[in-house]
């Protein structure tokens, strides 16, 4: 036990060093006032991001008279002109980028959880396969979930179709299956531009928060490659899932570390403006962290649209520490309390 989270902490020391080598240190920033999810006065709780446009905030930008046709052109076009004044008027270490980052439609796992309650999920039924009757194990999306990830993409339709929003010019993924379907059955058939298409990259970093439920432990690369056979893996994706351990979770300050690290390794190989990132609730909220957003729940099958610029400096990132995993604790029977007051398991009975 030990072994493997020293090992965990050796390969995630590695493997952050080496998104980092050569490297320079990049600062992320949100520009803030172009969607509604960037004000505190916008609730998570009840924001219905394909009911209000995404969020897009209805206002001019300090570019719009020099917009072609201004009365024909939608907000999605003028912003679009916005951030190509600014990436044309940027310093030469800085740019602008728009990240849609969506969270994949409901899994098993998530139903599971909603069904047993937390406590009893987290410290017992979560560590198993599933319970005979549905797997949880790197789960698939449920019907639910997979009519989420149809109602996105009339909503991608109509804002390709009537908004004119600007496509992503390339799509990230997490390599959990609840996350490569989401992003198959979002974004597949879409009418995208020819030099624009559906080409996803699975990133490793991109998955969720690692915990010892075994919905945080991946499949191997050459399953995921038998169901998503046009996905590209990124270069050193292993075959069996180095990361996940049996047992143990990953401290959160590690999260936000990785979830540094594979943005910088995104803005450092790829000079696209408009990025899609199809990952977890706990990862976008580190993701969100990391480039200084302010927290935003996402329910299942929801995304969030963040406009982001990125200075990179002219000096290596500052060193960090990877903390060992910790292990996580259990119950020998699920506990029967529902609501979420055990986290820590504290309520085996
Ligand atoms: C969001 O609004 C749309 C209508 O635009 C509706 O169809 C959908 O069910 C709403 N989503 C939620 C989660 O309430
Ligand atoms: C934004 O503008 C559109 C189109 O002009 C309009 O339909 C919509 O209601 C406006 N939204 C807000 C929040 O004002
Ligand atoms: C297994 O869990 C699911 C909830 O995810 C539930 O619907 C089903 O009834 C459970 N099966 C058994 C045998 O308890
Ligand atoms: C991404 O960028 C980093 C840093 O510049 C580099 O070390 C790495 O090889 C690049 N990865 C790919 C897949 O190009």
């Known amino acids: 036990m030990i072994?493997?989270?020293?090992?965990?902490?050796?390969?995630?020391?590695?493997?952050?060093?080496?998104?980092?080598?050569?490297?320079?240190?990049?600062?992320?920033?949100?520009i803030t006032g172009i969607f509604q999810q960037d004000e505190a006065a916008t609730d998570p709780s009840t924001f219905n991001f394909t009911a209000s446009n995404f969020g897009l905030i209805n206002r001019t930008y300090p570019s719009d008279s020099s917009c072609p046709d201004r009365q024909h052109t939608t907000q999605w076009q003028r912003l679009a002109h916005y951030i190509s004044t600014l990436n044309k008027k940027a310093l030469r270490n800085e740019r602008y980028a728009l990240l849609f980052m969506g969270r994949h439609g409901e899994g098993y796992h998530n139903a599971a959880e909603s069904y047993f309650g937390t406590p009893a999920w987290n410290c017992y039924w979560s560590e198993l396969e599933g319970n005979g009757t549905v797997i949880w194990a790197d789960p698939k999306l449920t019907d639910q979930g997979i009519a989420q990830t149809e109602h996105v993409k009339t909503f991608w339709k109509q804002l390709i179709e009537k908004q004119k929003i600007t496509t992503p010019q390339t799509y990230y993924t997490s390599p959990l299956y609840r996350c490569l379907d989401t992003a198959k059955l979002t974004f597949t058939g879409l009418k995208l531009p020819r030099n624009k298409p559906f080409k996803p990259v699975i990133k490793e970093f991109l998955r969720e928060g690692i915990s010892a439920h075994t919905c945080d432990r991946r499949n191997s690369k050459s399953y995921i490659h038998k169901h998503f056979p046009t996905f590209k893996f990124e270069r050193g994706f292993a075959e069996e899932d180095p990361y996940w351990t049996e047992g143990f979770a990953e401290p959160s300050q590690d999260q936000d570390i990785r979830s540094k690290a594979v943005l910088d390794d995104i803005f450092a190989n790829d000079s696209s403006t408009y990025m899609s990132i199809t990952s977890h609730s706990g990862e976008i909220?580190?993701?969100?962290?990391?480039?200084?957003?302010?927290?935003?729940?996402?329910?299942?099958?929801?995304?969030?649209?963040?406009?982001?610029?990125?200075?990179?400096?002219?000096?290596?990132?500052?060193?960090?520490?990877?903390?060992?995993?910790?292990?996580?604790?259990?119950?020998?029977?699920?506990?029967?309390?529902?609501?979420?007051?055990?986290?820590?398991?504290?309520c085996c009975t």
């Open 3 to 30: 072994a493997s989270s020293l090992l965990y902490g050796l390969l995630a020391a590695a493997s952050s060093v080496k998104a980092y080598s050569h490297a320079k240190s990049i600062d992320y920033t949100v």
């Open 285 to 346: 909220k580190s993701l969100l962290r990391v480039l200084g957003h302010r927290e935003f729940r996402l329910s299942t099958g929801s995304a969030i649209p963040v406009l982001v610029k990125a200075t990179t400096l002219n000096s290596p990132p500052p060193s960090t520490t990877i903390l060992p995993y910790t292990p996580q604790k259990t119950c020998a029977a699920p506990p029967t309390i529902r609501d979420s007051s055990c986290n820590d398991c504290s």
